[in-house]
């Protein structure tokens, strides 16, 4: 970690620079706060620590000074003059923190840790949204299907919208990867994304899943907790099996997508929430409203509708490439063998891929691999005994049986050969 320092006196530059190379830190000194500027121009430096009263340019400045250039290190403030009044305004500039002279030596390596953990935090967090934009960015979703081309280019269009929408289609047609797509392709991408399966929970529990509760509202509720739409501000709130919503917590959920405020249980005033609605089912809602959703809520979720259609519809039976290769790949955090890249993305390759996961994880665990044995063309091969020294090694799937082979891959009593 590489520290500047800023100062106007040389006892206080000289004390800073003993004090954080014993802690293992790398300083650079300046005496005013245009050298600090000219030392910034030329080097990074990870983290700032500036005196507020300095001749020329004061702290307050160089806070200007160092947004306007965009440097992104935090500036962390010593002053022996300190008020309360100069520290909000250095904070108010941008400040990560602000501390008086005279300090310990452990308050300025305290601060200096709390500093570096939370660029920890922040650095793992936008790697991990950015990770998370390119996994699910609409543009990697690929298929052979017009009518499945004509989809992603609506998800593209009302991926920077607000308004609400409802995602149709069959189990298994990709219909939470297009809601991702629609929250990593637009502005709420730097908000979160929360899931709910609505059909996985009672009403009840639901309903305080979803909108909160507040202390004593029901047995059990020792402290108030905010809901799943509270949680999903500034984001996205993905209502999975919508169709199975209890008609009771319907009424709330109208209210939710006209007023945009929720009202948790127990208490008699309503938040205001900013998350956008994107439900999915697989039901066909219009014929069902009477008795799976009424028709209000219907109509204000389907502002928008998706249908992702299943892959039989075009006529054949392709999927996505993409979701082979993330089967096999990204769950169990291996290559696959042979080349994914080249498949059709079949039903039977998906369905294949998905077995080879689990496969693979029992293998690996070290788990007797004898239960795989019906799953054939699952396991990967391995080697059996060479037929003498001087031939090739050949290779047999475990649980492959041939002359003389058994199903583990071994020789048959009586059946190994002689070595010359």
């Avoid at 308004?163 to 219909?175: N, Q, R």
């Amino acid at each position: 970690m590489r520290i500047l320092i800023i100062d106007d006196e040389e006892s206080m530059r000289h004390m800073l620079s003993v004090i954080l190379k014993k802690e293992g830190y790398d300083t650079v000194s300046a005496h005013d706060a245009q050298a600090g500027l000219t030392l910034l121009e030329k080097d990074e430096f990870d983290f700032i620590l500036s005196d507020i009263r300095m001749p020329g340019m004061d702290g307050t400045g160089l806070l200007k000074a160092v947004a306007d250039k965009g440097v992104a290190s935090p500036v962390i403030m010593m002053s022996a003059y300190g008020s309360m009044d100069s520290a909000m305004e250095c904070m108010k500039l941008g400040a990560y923190d602000y501390i008086s002279k005279p300090f310990k030596a452990d308050e300025i390596v305290l601060v200096l840790r709390k500093a570096e953990e939370r660029e920890r935090l922040r650095r793992e967090n936008r790697r991990l949204k950015e990770e998370a934009a390119r996994e699910y960015d609409v543009s990697g979703i690929r298929t052979s299907d017009p009518v499945m081309d004509g989809v992603l280019g609506l998800v593209r269009k009302i991926a920077d919208y607000s308004t609400s929408v409802l995602i149709t289609g069959e189990s298994g047609t990709g219909k939470e990867l297009v809601a991702r797509a629609i929250h990593y392709g637009g502005r709420r991408s730097g908000g979160p994304f929360v899931v709910v399966n609505c059909g996985a929970l009672p009403g009840p529990l639901l309903e305080s899943e979803l909108f909160g509760h507040v202390k004593g509202a029901f047995t059990d509720a020792h402290r108030s907790k905010a809901g799943l739409f509270q949680e999903a501000e500034g984001g996205t709130i993905f209502l999975d099996e919508v169709g199975e919503l209890p008609m009771e917590l319907q009424v709330k959920l109208l209210r939710v997508l006209q007023e945009g405020e929720v009202r948790r249980v127990g208490d008699n005033r309503p938040v205001k929430v900013d998350a956008r609605v994107v439900a999915a089912t697989l039901r066909d809602l219009r014929q069902e409203i009477s008795r799976a959703l009424s028709g209000r809520p219907f109509y204000r979720l389907n502002v928008i509708e998706v249908n992702c259609r299943p892959w039989r519809a075009a006529g054949r039976r392709t999927a996505p490439r993409r979701m082979v290769r993330r089967e096999v790949c990204a769950k169990i955090h291996k290559a696959p063998q042979g080349d994914f890249r080249r498949g059709n993305g079949s039903a039977e390759e998906i369905s294949l891929a998905r077995q080879l996961k689990g496969a693979r994880e029992r293998h690996r665990e070290g788990h007797d691999t004898r239960r795989d044995r019906d799953h054939k063309g699952v396991l990967p091969p391995a080697p059996c005994r060479a037929r003498g020294p001087k031939e090739r090694r050949t290779f047999r799937p475990l649980h492959q049986e041939g002359p003389g082979i058994d199903g583990k891959g071994a020789y048959k009593e009586g059946a190994r050969p002689d070595r010359e």
